[in-house]
T-cell receptor, first 114, second 117 residues
Framework: SQQGEEDPQALSIQEGENATMNCSYKTSINNLQWYRQNSGRGLVHLILIRSNEREKHSGRLRVTLDTSKKSSSLLITASRAADTASYFCATDANSGAGSYQLTFGKGTKLSVIP | EAGVVQSPRYKIIEKKQPVAFWCNPISGHNTLYWYRQNLGQGPELLIRYENEEAVDDSQLPKDRFSAERLKGVDSTLKIQPAELGDSAVYLC???????????????FGPGTRLTVL
């Protein structure tokens, strides 16, 4: 089962514009992580935000977390063609019986047009 | 520092044949994961190891899938016999610490794309 749900499923923007992707989840989390996957490649970890954090930055990436709404957003500023990829949110949460698991959403497919 | 290594990168087999995937995690990472990713979906966990011990294999189809992690380093995932529905990308990942802990970012290998004909 997939806890995180990304929105939108697909996004197409012009180079230089900002891209915003959202993630909603259902249960309490330890942390939330964002990953990028280029076509035919493995996933690359982008950023981790803990449940007691509200905002985090890394280069052109900005992640927010609202635990009351059970949602997160990933903002990529000044997008580049090389940012074209699928972006996944993953929630680190208790899957039952005290065992934690990282559960991925279906991803947002971002296309940045040069 | 070398990343997670997987082999082979691609595998095409006929249904009912066996297949095996190999993974070498990042040195020092005690936690190792096998995921399956279907087209247009996110990765789904098959099994997680802490050192040599399989601590979460609830989503591994045990009738045909098996995995091992000898000496707590390399791991092998096997399917026998393969079915058409097993066509997917099989990803291996490792992390310093397990889910639920502080430093549990996962590092992924390039994956093995399996096609079952």
């Amino acid at each position: 089962s997939q806890q995180g749900e990304e929105d939108p499923q697909a996004l197409s923007i012009q180079e230089g514009e900002n891209a915003t992707m959202n993630c909603s989840y259902k249960t309490s989390i330890n942390n939330l992580q964002w990953y990028r996957q280029n076509s035919g490649r493995g996933l690359v970890h982008l950023i981790l935000i803990r449940s007691n954090e509200r905002e985090k930055h890394s280069g052109r990436l900005r992640v927010t977390l609202d635990t009351s709404k059970k949602s997160s957003s990933l903002l990529i500023t000044a997008s580049r063609a090389a940012d074209t990829a699928s972006y996944f949110c993953a929630t680190d949460a208790n899957s039952g019986a005290g065992s934690y698991q990282l559960t991925f959403g279906k991803g947002t497919k971002l296309s940045v047009i040069p | 520092e070398a990343g997670v290594v997987q082999s082979p990168r691609y595998k095409i087999i006929e249904k009912k044949q066996p297949v095996a995937f190999w993974c070498n995690p990042i040195s020092g990472h005690n936690t190792l994961y096998w995921y399956r990713q279907n087209l247009g979906q996110g990765p789904e966990l098959l099994i997680r190891y802490e050192n040599e011990e399989a601590v979460d294999d609830s989503q591994l189809p045990k009738d045909r899938f098996s995995a091992e992690r000898l000496k707590g380093v390399d791991s092998t995932l096997k399917i026998q016999p393969a079915e058409l529905g097993d066509s997917a990308v099989y990803l291996c990942a490792s992390s310093l610490d397990p889910p639920g802990s502080y430093y549990n970012e996962q590092f992924f290998g390039p994956g093995t794309r399996l096609t079952v004909l």
